[in-house]
């Protein structure tokens, strides 16, 4: 059992424990709590809940300007922080408090509860929603899940224990998913130059190989311009989107690279890239993570020649 005590200088005690740390999306997590205390003690309120929760926190540079004893402006930059939150699962554990062997270790009063005196185990489980989200930690964004109780005292520090565990998703074989099919993108410099990348399919798995191919094309040989390439590069990249009060960021959070050296012009050249342990795609209210395979012309002295396709890693 993974234990976490909560409580203090206070005379009652709350202790949370659960099975394991991680689950999968719709498996039964199972636990218990142990409340004890050394007298009676009156409360506002007793609180026990599970929860999963997204958070984005995102600090930006903004002007501001100050005057001087002589009215004189200067405009400078600070770093300001946005947050914000989305509750998107939440179970009400209280009911297990009845099922208990000591179901009168709280009693209900016109004026709040009464904590009484001793010691009791209460197990609970609940299950979780089937579409649960992965957990995560990102640069902006968070996905995290909780067990939580309280003892909501008046006048004095709340009694309270918590603690957090892992969720994996399940993705399950729906019909209305897109077609898991050959894709294309392409571009094309100033000069004349493009690209073609082409992969096999748009839906992997995690440890899955990619597979595909690009093809360099350079300006027909009776043209005057002519093009250096410096190198050619596959990176699988993985890019965070967060919003918090109505101020948004994106963030490339990952990015594994592929030099592909054996290319020749106007000839098809396969390359593979395996993907490792990533944190799949997501996107929920308030954040989102996306795949994206990106073949990269690195020419000297201009912009390079890019040529994107999204993926799915689920």
């Known amino acids: 059992m993974i234990k976490l005590f909560g409580g203090g200088n206070s005379k009652e005690n709350l202790e ?16 218990k709590l142990v409340m004890s205390a050394d007298k009676d003690i009156k409360a506002r309120s007793f609180h026990f809940i599970a929860e999963g929760k997204e958070k984005t926190k995102i600090i930006k540079s903004e002007p501001y ?16 922080t946005y947050t914000d939150s989305n509750l998107f699962f939440s179970t009400n554990l209280e009911y297990f408090l009845s099922q208990s062997s000591k179901p009168s270790i709280i009693t209900n ?48 520090s709340d009694t309270n224990a918590s603690t957090s565990f892992d969720v994996i998703s399940i993705t399950k074989e729906n019909n209305n998913y897109p077609t898991n099919s050959k894709i294309y993108s392409s571009n094309k410099s100033s000069k004349g130059l493009y690209i073609n990348l082409v992969m096999s399919k ?21 043209s005057t311009t002519t093009t250096t390439i410096r190198s050619i590069k596959i990176k699988l990249i993985a890019t965070e989107y967060a919003t918090a009060s109505k101020r948004d960021e994106t963030s490339v959070i990952q990015s594994y ?15 593979e890239i395996k993907i490792p342990e990533v944190n799949k795609r997501y996107r929920s209210k308030l954040s989102e993570l996306y795949w994206e395979i990106k073949a990269t012309v690195d020419i000297p002295l201009e912009k390079d020649l890019d040529a994107i396709s999204r993926i799915e890693i689920r």
């Not at 005057?67 to 300001?80: E, R």
């Open 16 to 31: 949370l424990a659960l099975d394991k740390t991680k689950y999968q999306a719709g498996e039964t997590v199972r636990g």
């Open 65 to 80: 300007t100050s005057s001087d004893s002589q009215g004189n402006s200067t405009q400078s930059y600070s770093n300001v």
């Open 109 to 156: 009063t016109d004026n709040g509860i009464i904590l009484h005196k001793g010691s009791t185990e209460i197990p609970f489980e609940f299950p979780l929603p089937n579409n649960a989200l992965s957990s995560y930690s990102g640069r902006n964004a968070s996905i995290d899940y909780e067990v939580k109780a309280t003892i909501d005292k008046k006048l004095r």
């Open 202 to 222: 748009n839906i992997y798995k995690i440890e899955d190989t990619i597979e595909g191919t690009i093809f360099i094309g350079k300006p027909k040989p009776n």
């Open 257 to 271: 690279d592929n030099e592909i050296t054996n290319w020749k012009e106007n000839e098809e050249t396969p390359f």
